[in-house]
């Protein structure tokens, strides 16, 4: 896709339209990709639900449910709902009539977006495969599902199997919103368009990584999914893994989608640590028991500290640590590289008084890059101080501020696959998660009132 240009003739069809990821994400999305031109003024948004609503109630419905700004006297134009029971393979027949009695369907870029939890996949995968809806390697034809791609290995590989049958891999979309991020996409800007880092980036110039995800509310009206999933499947298999592939990539040979994805397997294969309490722990914040929907003698972990290395020539000596967890003393998502003290230095300054260099990336809520290297202090002397390059990443757009599911749509519509997950991504990064559950699965979590307490656990200082 050019630059400017708009992609026409889009239909996209959403299950589970009636629930908050739907409301909360993708039809502000789908609005502003319309409103901005990316989309254009006819795509067509077919919203599938069990509630017994038509398309004048259905917006009726949005209207007091989405936050976002919409200007629904055009938006409702774009929208029609279909009421149908999605664990019916018959209804799918009728779902088919109404799209192409209603929208320009054979000559469309269609997008089913499986906005449900994960049990439905198999049933609407093949409904709308049986009734000719998405037909197998149809290249204008996407399939979208969002995390968690499975609950472990041997469900992840059972579900791809299942999607093989009905699907070519070029079709198949696993979402995950983190790779949507503007800072996300950044790391490979700031990794291999800037010279200071080529040489450095490595064991060589690296002392340790650092990967956050910090939250300080808890599990909220999510209980039911979060006891099934925990930190470790919730964030650590998805979110962190992949920003750990970014970081620990090798230089692809070129920035073709298969390329990047070749040089992100490639660390996901070499993950390896040694289990002991010193490089995993898990925690439960205190009153997890008591949130709704939560088993009262429930062992799900929603705190994780895990220390990793990446086997391969760069990186080898080189700790790289996950913190991730609900309840703690902050919100912050960011990624902190150390950089090893200067081998000079020591010449003139005390190591104390010469910190290493340090950059974070900052990923959530405030998005940006902070850069710390040492200066000379104002006067006569040659005392050193820590200064602070700042840089931030919304300060520097005019007007709208694309949402992470703004990118990853406009994506998907394009058929550039580049931010999702392919299938052996998330076999290495499942099969990596199953070890450290192996490994705790007789353990308790540490439960916790604050993060200063884990912190003192941590032995990544």
């Known amino acids: 896709m050019k630059k400017g240009e708009v992609m026409k003739n889009n239909l996209f069809v959403i299950f589970g339209a009636t629930g908050n990821l739907t409301y909360k994400k993708l039809l502000p999305a789908l609005f502003q990709l319309i409103s901005n031109k990316s989309f254009s003024g006819d795509t067509k948004i077919v919203c599938v639900g069990r509630k017994e609503l038509t398309t004048e109630t259905y917006v009726d419905d949005a209207i007091n449910k989405v936050t976002e700004k919409i200007d629904w006297d055009s938006f409702r134009d774009n929208l029609l709902y279909y009421r149908m029971d999605i664990e019916s393979i018959s209804d799918y027949d009728s779902l088919r009539n109404f799209i192409e009695n209603h929208c320009q ?9 499986l906005a449900t939890s994960p049990e439905l996949l198999p049933t609407i995968a093949e409904g709308i495969s049986t009734f000719n809806l998405a037909k ?36 198949i979309y696993r979402i995950d919103h983190y790779l949507g991020k503007e800072m996300i996409q950044n790391i490979l800007v700031v ?49 962190l893994m992949q920003m750990l592939s970014l970081v620990a990539m090798e230089p692809p040979e070129s920035f073709e989608t298969d390329d990047i994805r070749d040089k992100k397997v490639h660390v996901l294969r070499n993950l390896k640590t040694d289990f002991n309490p010193d490089n995993v722990f898990i925690g439960q914040y205190n009153g997890y028991r008591s949130e709704r929907n939560v088993l009262p003698d429930s062992k799900t972990e929603t705190f994780v500290y895990l220390k990793v290395a990446v086997d391969t020539e760069r990186w080898r000596g080189v700790p790289f640590y996950f913190i991730t967890g609900k309840h703690l003393d902050e919100k912050k998502s960011e990624i902190i590289v150390d950089f090893l003290e200067n081998s000079h230095s020591h010449k003139q300054w005390s190591n104390e008084s010469v910190p290493p260099n340090q950059l974070i990336i900052r990923i959530d809520p405030e998005d940006g890059i902070t850069f710390q290297i040492n200066t000379k202090y104002p006067g006569l002397t040659l005392d050193v101080r820590p200064t602070i390059l700042d840089y931030c990443h919304k300060c520097q757009a005019i007007g709208n501020f694309p949402e992470a599911y703004e990118k990853l749509l406009l994506d998907i519509i394009s058929g550039d696959s580049t931010l999702f997950p392919r299938w052996d991504e998330i076999e290495h990064s499942w099969r990596f998660i199953d070890q450290i559950k192996s490994y705790l699965k007789d353990s308790d979590p540490i ?3 604050s993060f200063e307490e884990l912190d003192q656990m941590i032995k990544y200082k």
């Open 191 to 239: 990794r291999f368009s800037n010279k200071i880092f080529e040489d450095v980036w490595g064991s060589n110039g690296i002392k340790k990584i650092t990967i956050l995800a910090k939250e300080s509310e808890g599990v909220i009206d999510r209980g039911s999914y979060y006891d099934r999933s925990g930190a470790l499947r919730d964030m650590l298999q998805s979110h």
């Open 447 to 449: 439960e916790y009132n």
């Open 136 to 171: 197998k390697g149809d290249p204008s034809v996407r399939i979208v599902f969002e995390k968690p791609f499975g609950e472990d290995l041997a469900s992840a590989k059972e579900y791809n199997q299942l999607l093989k049958q009905y699907f070519k891999e070029s079709q």
């Open 105 to 113: 369907f054979n000559n469309s870029n269609t997008v089913f977006y």
